[in-house]
């Protein structure tokens, strides 16, 4: 009866049994779809299906392109008309490489009345769907039977393509016997294959010094042996649905921990030979041995620790050689679990390994002119993937100067009685070389770095006699460049840290680098940070001891040329705490925004509380949840980090928030700091008014040893019952408040532009006056309704430092809606501001102007904005009570940035 009807209902699981006949597998009963390691929903007799019917050819009429693998029955019948039966019973399905759909770890769907299909978006990250291949079981005498008029009879079977008591395939092939291959006839399947079990492994050869050989020959068994485990996480709480894996030439799944963290393993040998692998979704893999004992059960504790995507430490320099020299380049990541692959590109290509040997370190040897360009790294661990900077390598001719022996312009005021007539000014050009590395002496074996770093500079210098009113004034002028030793540079960075809303100062906090203590701050809140000569990235984080202050990262910028650069840090003050009951759920509000609703909600769920050894906590509960709200424009400036995420291609890229919180729970005493297990945050999705920014939407907490966002989860529509506004709809989201207390609710931003600053010494605007080494600071806003004029909220905060010609700083922007964004530009120079001068309408960027140069890992489109120039002035009021936002409209004609 279950037989007959089989085909009526719409049946998505695909559960398998062996067919006796000849170790094929065929598909028993299509159930709902089917999820890794998921078990089959009810057990199938063992009846042989093929003396109910007969099974069409294999047919395969879509590829996994695009959103996935779908192998319709109504594709397939109007590709192959007749060659499927009106009512399969069954179905069964597979790859091109033999293997069965419930064999793949894959999500797929299958129905009798739909046929086959399998969906990307359901597959882990990174991952795409198979190729599968499918065929039907049709009633007996239902199909037509062309097979033996066209076709040659099958060939034998091919032997087991397996190992001794392992699992592997067998293929048999045909042709066709149409007069053209075109026909009709012939678009049947060639070849096709069954599953198959390898030779008797009674030749196996592997011993025991303890226990007996398993039936794989390749671990030994010890049945009166059982081995406990206990896995918990870093902060000692139990690690729940930790899997267990035994290594031998494959990893074998053997168990999953319990919600207690706890497994029991019967029969491996307790010899200290026997692997163990514990994996934990977003936690490095730990690997550990069965340890040695003569009991008949024994104990292990694994603590995981979470993981880390590779994170760059060294990143390769720039380097100048003649043809043929050789030089080395070099790249070091860190990460949970250590980075174990490095892969080198040249100018965006892959290096094949093979020919040059790489590892974290590249030589070339024997330099051609081909050679030269950019090159970096890319790092990858379990979790990820990061790239390094690229360095550039210049390859000049043997006989060739590596300076440009002519100075540049370099204009200098002189004084108000030197007026010169054959320039019309106060100024006069004693000329500059520009500092760029050229190729020197170089060392006897190769270097990561070169001991000794050669650049252009002045080579010969003349003295002249500038006329002036009644005197003149003898003045050294630079005449010739040339290729000599660097001078030393020193880079430091000060400022001021101070409160958001007051301009409290923290005073006597510490300042991290990492985990290292560095600094502190002095009464005023202000300080000093030396920084290393090869920092690329720095990243600092400033402590309240008296917690005050949220801790807070910050990103900051310096000046790679020299010199001292000045920040003024804002932090946002913490909440006060609340009470919570640790046994009820308890929900917190985020965003307070006077006359508008929370941007999202904290929910915990009762008993989520743990103590620093990872027992559970009892009791009441100090909470301080503090929200960095961008509702409040006044907050844009306290922001934590430069709101930018590594990728899975390990491209650096900026995110849009929507809100940061930060959270600290202690107990009743406040003496003790608590971690909480799962915590759901409820967006509301009103508050997101780009519509595709609610597809996009993820949690992300902050590394804040790299200054990174790192992803927690994605956001879910809730299902579960609103106990107020019940008429919005929500997201959901879950993550766990552990090692980490900084989180963001944010989507990766691709509508980008660059906004081009420069500082000037004066209203002329000369280039020779630039200013280098001021702080620009660029505030996104997000519209409301479609118009700059009516910001809402901002988006995103960045900060650079102006170098010769000027900076640029990213900005979103709309091709379609020029007048979409606003944003707020601030500059300072040392402790004083700037006044802003928008850029004449009538003049048009030159190339060098432009933003442009900018590298493709870090832009994502868009269009440069029109040019902002600066001058210092003395006085100009703070942000945000003076500040204009100003409309960021496309040039006409303007250059795209690459991407």
């Known amino acids: 009866m279950i037989a007959a009807r089989g085909w009526i209902l719409s049946l998505l699981l695909l559960d398998t049994t062996s067919v006796l006949s000849e170790g094929e597998r065929v598909l028993k009963q299509p159930v709902s779809r089917i999820q890794p390691r998921q078990k089959p929903l009810t057990p199938f007799a063992k009846d ?21 693998d779908h192998e319709h029955l109504d594709a397939i019948r109007f590709y192959y008309r007749d060659k499927v039966c009106e009512r399969p019973t069954r179905i069964e399905a597979r790859t091109t490489d033999w293997v069965p759909a419930q064999n793949t770890g894959q999500v797929v769907h299958a129905s009798l009345q739909e046929g086959f299909w399998c969906l990307n978006k359901e597959q882990p990250a990174g991952k795409t769907c198979l ?13 037509l039977q062309d097979s033996k008029r066209f076709w040659s009879l099958w060939s034998k079977w091919s032997a087991c393509s397996a190992e001794c008591g392992k699992t592997g395939v067998q293929t048999r092939t045909r042709t066709c016997l149409a ?33 007996r050989v398993n039936a794989d020959c390749d671990a030994c068994m010890c049945e009166d042996h059982v081995l406990h485990g206990m896995v918990s996480l870093a902060d000692g709480a139990p690690a729940a649905e930790a899997t267990v894996y035994v290594q031998s030439e494959n990893l074998k799944l053997l168990t999953e ?4 963290g706890g497994f029991r393993i019967p029969g491996v040998c307790p010899d200290g030979k026997n692997i163990l692998k514990i994996k934990k979704a977003r936690y490095a893999t730990v690997t550990v041995p069965v340890p040695e004992s003569t009991k008949k059960s024994s104990i292990i504790h694994v603590r995981l620790k979470r993981a880390d995507k590779p994170y760059i430490v060294k990143n390769p320099v720039d380097k100048v050689r003649r043809i043929g020299q050789s030089m080395l380049l070099c790249c070091k990541a860190v990460g949970n679990p250590a980075p174990g692959q490095y892969l080198w590109y040249h100018n965006g290509t892959l290096l094949d390994s093979s020919v040059y040997k790489y590892n974290s370190k590249l030589e070339l040897k024997n330099l051609n002119i081909d050679q030269a360009g950019e090159y970096f790294c890319k790092a990858s661990n379990d979790a990820g993937s990061v790239k390094s900077q690229a360095a550039k390598l210049s ?19 002189l004084p108000h009685d030197c007026f010169q007539n054959t320039t019309n000014s106060f100024y006069y050009d004693i000329g500059k070389c520009p500092a760029n590395i050229c190729a020197g002496k170089i060392d006897q074996g190769l270097q990561c770095k070169d001991s000794v770093a050669y650049c252009c500079g002045v080579s010969k210098m003349e003295m002249r006699e500038i006329s002036c009113s009644g005197y003149t004034l003898p003045t050294k002028v630079a005449v010739e460049c040339g290729c000599s030793v660097c001078t030393e540079i020193k880079m430091t960075v000060r400022g001021r840290v101070t409160a958001a809303d007051n301009g409290e100062p923290m005073r006597f906090g510490h300042i991290y680098i990492g985990n290292n203590r560095i600094g502190m701050t002095g009464y005023k809140g202000t300080f000093s940070v030396h920084i290393p000569a090869d920092t690329e990235r720095l990243v600092l984080t400033f402590v309240d001891r008296l917690q005050k202050f949220v801790n807070t990262t910050k990103v900051l910028p310096f000046n790679k040329k020299g010199g001292v650069v000045f920040h003024e840090i804002k932090l946002l003050r913490k909440k006060a705490p609340v009470t919570l009951e640790s046994s009820e759920t308890n929900t917190i509000p985020l965003g307070d925004m006077e006359g508008d609703d929370p941007i999202a909600e904290l929910e915990i769920p009762p008993n989520t509380f743990y103590r620093q050894n990872g027992e559970l906590y009892t009791g009441k509960v100090k909470a301080s949840v503090t929200f960095l709200d961008p509702r409040n424009t006044s907050t844009a400036t306290a922001a934590q980090s430069d709101l930018n995420y590594i990728n899975e291609e390990g491209d650096m890229l900026p995110l849009h928030t929507y809100g940061m919180f930060s959270m600290d729970f202690t107990d ?32 992300w907490s902050l590394n804040p040893e790299t200054g990174l966002w790192e992803e927690e989860g994605d956001f879910k529509p809730d299902r579960s019952t609103r106990r107020r506004r019940e008429e919005r709809i929500f997201l959901v989201g879950n993550m766990e408040i552990r090692e980490r207390r900084l989180f963001n609710l944010d989507v990766p931003e691709s509508r980008r532009c660059y906004v081009k600053v420069r500082a000037y010494r004066s209203e002329r605007f000369l280039p020779s006056e630039q200013v280098e080494g001021a702080v620009i600071s660029l505030i996104n806003m997000e519209p409301a309704s479609g118009y700059s004029s009516n910001p809402r909220a901002w988006g995103r905060f960045d900060s650079a430092v102006t170098g010769p010609n000027g900076a640029c700083l990213p900005a979103f922007c709309d091709q379609q809606r020029p007048d979409a964004y606003s944003a707020y530009i601030l500059a300072s120079l040392g402790e004083k501001n700037l006044k802003l001068f928008p850029r004449l309408p009538d003049s048009t960027p030159t190339p060098s ?37 100003l409309r960021k409209r496309a040039m006409a004609p303007s250059t795209p940035v690459k991407t």
């Open 131 to 143: 190729n599968y291949a499918v065929r039907f079981l049709c009633p007996a005498g239902s199909l």
């Open 257 to 260: 921990s319990d919600s207690n």
């Open 668 to 699: 009743e005493t406040a003496t003790e700091s608590l971690h909480a297990g799962k915590v759901r945050v409820h967006l509301d999705s009103a508050q997101v008014r780009i519509p595709e920014h609610l597809q996009q939407m993820k949690l």
């Open 48 to 68: 042989n299906l093929a003396n109910h019917g007969e099974w069409t050819t294999w047919f395969n009429v879509d590829h996994p392109g695009g959103n996935g």
């Open 395 to 413: 390859v000049i001719a043997s006989d060739e100067a590596s300076c440009d022996p002519r100075p540049e312009s370099y204009f200098i005021r």
């Open 849 to 885: 102007e432009s933003c442009s140069h900018i590298s493709t890992s870090s832009t994502t489109g868009g269009r440069i904005t029109r040019i902002q120039e600066l001058r210092k002035l003395p006085s100009v009021s703070r942000w945000p009570n003076h500040a204009r936002a």
């Open 179 to 211: 007069e053209s291959h075109l026909d009709l006839h012939c678009n049947e399947a060639t070849e096709e294959g069954r599953l198959c079990i390898g030779y008797s492994c009674s030749d196996c050869n592997l011993t025991c010094s303890m226990g």
